[in-house]
C-alpha cells in the first residue's frame, strides 16, 4: 500500500476535507506500484465508508463498508458493521441498522460494543420494539467499555415506561444520577424521573424531581410533564401523595418530557460522527409517550439489572394475552348473536389498545400540515400561540411522507418528512393524545435520529 498517500488521506479526513480524503484513498486503492494487500484493501474501503457517510451519500457508503467486509483478512468486522448500521439509520432503514449493529455485538474483537448496542437500541424503539430496545439499551449500560452509561440508563428508563414499568424506570433515571452530565441535560433527565415517579404513585418524589428539574430557571417543563407536576402537587396538598394517586397516575394521558426547548437540526445539517478516531454525537433519545396498561410500579432500585430477556419480552406481549383473554370468553357464550357481538366488542378493544381510532394518527397528522393553525387538530384547550408556534416550523406547501407511527393506547407519536417547495426536507415528530375514539396533536417539533458510529 502507498503509505504516503494514505497518510495525506488521513490528514485531510481530521481536516474535514472529505472529498479529498476520499480521492486520496481511491488513488491509494488503485496504485499499481504499491498495490494494496489482504487487510489494507479493507482499511482502505473502510475509511472510504467513513468520508462518504460524513458526506451523507449513505448508500456509497454502504457499498463501500460491504467491500471492506469482503476482505477476510481485514479484522475490524464490528465496528465496520457498527458503521454500516449507522447509515442504515441515518436511510432510516431501521431493519437492516439492526441486522448490522447484531453483527457487530456479535464480534467478539469488537472494542466498544456498547456503540452498537445504543445505536441498535434506537433503531428498534423507531419499530416500537420497546421490550428488544430495552434489552439492548441495557447491554450498552452495563458494557465495561461504555465512558459514559448515562445515555444508555436514560433510554432504559424510556423502554421501562413504554413497558408499563415506571418503578425500573425511576431505578434507571436513579442510577444515571451518579454520573456526571451537562445541567440541561440533568434537567430533562429529572422531569422525565418526575413523570416516572407520578406513574409509581410517588407524588411526594415526583414534586422534588419537577422542583429540581425547574429549579436553575433555564428549563421549562412539557406539556405533559406539566400536568404530571400539577397533579403531584395537588396530591401532596390532599394528603394523597403515596397511596390513592397511584391507578389515577398510570391512567392519565401524559407522556415522558422530551427535549423541546432548545433549535431542532433538520437531518440535512446534522453531523454524523463516524470516523473511529473521533468523538460520537452527545444527542439523547427522549422517547415517546408511553403506555399505561397496568401497574407495574417497582421499589427494587437494582430491579432494572435483574430483569431477563424473556421478561421484557414478557411484559411486550402482555397486550396480546390480554386479547386473547378477551376471545376466549367467546367460546363460553352459546347463543351466536351474544358470540358475535362480544367478538365484535373484543376487536374493537383490541383496536382501540393498540392506538387505532378513528380518525387515525395518519390522517390528523395530514390534515395538521395542510393547516397548522386549524384548532380541530390539537388537543382542547391548547393555545393560539401554540398553534402559531407549530404553524412557524411548517413551512407553506409543505408535502409530507409518514415514515412511522409509534403507537399506543393512550398516545401515539408519529415520525414525518415534509418536502418544502423549495426541494428542501425536514424531518418532524408530532406528539399526539387520545381524543375520544380519535387522536388530536399534542406537540410537533423537529426530529433527527440520535445515532451512534463506531
Not at 432504559?156 to 440541561?184: H, I, K, T, W
Not at 470516523?275 to 437494582?302: C, I, L, T
Not at 397528522?365 to 411548517?394: R, W
Not at 412511522?404 to 423549495?422: E, F, L, R
Amino acid at each position: 500500500m502507498n503509505n504516503e498517500l494514505f497518510q495525506q488521506a488521513k490528514v485531510a479526513s481530521i481536516a474535514l476535507d472529505y472529498n479529498r480524503a476520499f480521492d486520496l484513498y481511491s488513488r491509494c486503492l488503485q496504485d499499481a506500484e504499491f498495490p494494496p494487500e489482504p487487510g489494507e484493501v479493507g482499511l482502505i474501503y473502510h475509511q472510504m465508508g467513513n468520508c462518504l457517510t460524513k458526506l451523507k451519500s449513505y448508500y456509497e457508503a454502504i457499498e463501500a463498508y460491504n467491500r471492506a467486509t469482503a476482505d477476510s483478512a481485514y479484522d475490524a468486522v464490528g465496528t465496520v458493521n457498527c458503521n454500516m448500521g449507522m447509515a442504515y439509520a441515518a436511510l432510516r432503514d431501521w431493519v437492516n441498522a439492526v441486522k448490522h449493529f447484531e453483527i457487530a455485538v456479535s464480534d467478539r474483537d469488537y472494542p466498544t460494543p456498547y456503540k452498537a448496542y445504543t445505536g441498535m437500541g434506537n433503531a428498534l424503539m423507531k419499530q416500537g420494539k420497546s421490550a428488544e430496545a430495552g434489552v439492548a439499551f441495557r447491554e450498552a449500560a452495563l458494557d465495561e467499555t461504555n465512558p459514559d452509561p448515562t445515555k444508555a440508563l436514560l433510554n432504559l428508563g424510556v423502554c421501562f415506561m413504554a413497558l408499563n414499568r415506571p418503578g425500573d424506570a425511576v431505578a434507571s433515571y436513579e442510577s444515571a444520577l451518579q454520573f456526571d452530565m451537562s445541567n440541561d441535560t440533568r434537567n430533562k433527565m429529572y422531569a422525565s424521573l418526575g413523570q416516572a415517579y407520578v406513574a409509581s404513585g410517588q407524588m411526594e418524589k415526583a414534586v422534588d424531581a419537577f422542583e429540581r428539574a425547574i429549579a436553575d430557571k433555564t428549563y421549562f417543563l412539557s406539556d405533559s410533564a406539566s400536568v404530571d407536576y400539577q397533579r403531584a402537587v395537588a396530591a401532596v396538598a390532599q394528603g394523597t401523595a403515596d397511596s390513592t394517586q397511584a391507578m389515577s397516575a398510570l391512567s392519565d394521558t401524559s407522556g415522558l418530557d422530551v427535549i423541546a426547548d432548545e433549535p431542532a437540526v433538520a437531518p440535512a445539517e446534522q453531523d454524523i460522527y463516524v470516523v473511529d478516531e473521533q468523538a460520537v454525537s452527545e444527542d439523547y433519545y427522549f422517547a415517546d409517550a408511553y403506555a399505561k396498561q397496568g401497574d407495574y410500579a417497582q421499589s427494587n432500585e437494582d430491579r432494572f439489572f435483574n430483569s431477563t430477556d424473556e421478561e421484557l419480552e414478557q411484559w411486550s406481549k402482555g397486550v396480546v394475552k390480554m386479547e386473547r383473554r378477551h376471545r376466549s370468553v367467546g367460546l363460553k357464550v352459546v347463543v351466536f348473536v351474544i358470540v358475535l357481538l362480544l367478538a365484535l366488542a373484543g376487536a374493537a378493544l383490541a383496536l382501540y389498545m393498540n392506538g387505532f381510532g378513528f380518525p387515525s394518527q395518519e390522517t390528523v397528522t395530514q390534515d395538521l400540515f395542510k393547516n397548522p393553525t386549524s384548532a380541530s387538530v390539537y388537543v382542547d384547550g391548547t393555545s393560539k400561540e401554540k398553534m402559531q408556534e407549530v404553524a412557524t416550523i411548517i413551512p407553506d406547501g409543505t408535502s409530507i411522507n409518514i415514515d412511522g407511527v409509534n403507537k399506543s393506547m393512550d398516545s401515539s407519536v408519529v415520525y414525518v418528512t415534509g418536502k418544502t417547495p423549495q426541494g428542501g426536507e425536514i424531518t418532524y415528530e408530532v406528539s399526539m393524545l387520545r381524543d375520544m375514539i380519535g387522536w388530536k396533536v399534542l406537540d410537533v417539533k423537529w426530529y433527527h435520529p440520535s445515532v451512534e458510529s463506531a
